[in-house]
């Protein structure tokens, strides 16, 4: 089965500061990957998904993901962070009709 | 479109109690979601329906973990007796088809609290 790691458990990061959350995975052949966004007291939202095609995704809230197949990557990436943005990301792998999330980074944004 | 709903938004027992959580999908979402979710941690596959049929229930604790979804529709999630180890957030989700790439849509999710 598919597993997926998240090594950062929480990064925090100045307002107006870029941004690079990791993901890795391991799966035999390239899955599906996605990124969602969990806010406090909220349920998960999508950011952006890939499975084929340009391996630089743009997502929802300017957010980007960039799929390395040597790397068994897929990190997330925002040039400028807004405070709005503090939230627990999690990354997840889609395959064989199952989907596995990683445990989750928490982003703090600093004033 | 309205989005997956859930209900309780919170709910605190006892352990040995029983409770109950009710999830109403993304009208004409075939496939139902219940994730587990324990504090720091990432959503954990309970039970997936395709329309009213399982399709997993491998990660179901059986001996006290049930769900149904009548109808095809809206779906419960029963735990009884609970355990503290069930303190957790219990997410639903609903997708389109239920296949690898379909995106899920998650509702707020029922915090438990088993003291």
């Known amino acids: 089965a598919q597993s997926v790691t998240q090594p950062d458990i929480h990064i925090t990061v100045s307002e107006g500061a870029s941004l690079e959350l990791r993901c890795n995975y391991s799966y035999g052949a390239t899955p599906y990957l996605f990124w969602y966004v969990q806010s406090p007291g909220q349920g998960l939202q999508l950011l952006l998904k890939y499975f084929s095609g340009d391996t630089l995704v743009q997502g929802i809230k300017g957010f980007e993901a960039e799929f390395k197949r040597s790397q068994s990557s897929f990190n997330l990436r925002k040039p400028s962070v807004h405070w709005s943005d503090a939230a627990e990301y999690f990354c997840?792998?889609?395959?064989?009709?199952?989907?596995?999330f990683g445990a989750g980074t928490r982003l703090t944004v600093k004033p | 479109e309205a989005g997956v709903a859930q209900s309780p938004r919170y709910k605190i027992i006892e352990k040995r109690q029983s409770v109950a959580f009710w999830c109403n999908p993304i009208?004409?979402?075939?496939?139902l979601y219940w994730y587990q979710q324990i504090l720091g941690q990432g959503p954990k596959l309970l039970i997936q329906f395709q329309n009213n049929g399982v399709v997993d229930d491998s990660q179901l604790p059986k001996d006290r973990f049930s769900a149904e979804r009548l109808k095809g529709v809206d779906s419960t999630l029963k735990i009884q007796p609970a355990k503290l180890e069930d303190s957790a957030v219990y997410l639903c989700?609903?997708?389109?088809?239920?296949?690898?790439?379909?995106?899920?849509?998650f509702g707020p999710g029922t915090r438990l609290t088993v003291l």
């Open positions: 997840a792998v889609g395959a064989d009709n199952d989907m596995r």
């Open positions: 009208s004409g979402h075939a496939t």
């Open positions: 989700a609903s997708s389109l088809e239920g296949g690898s790439g379909d995106t899920q849509y």
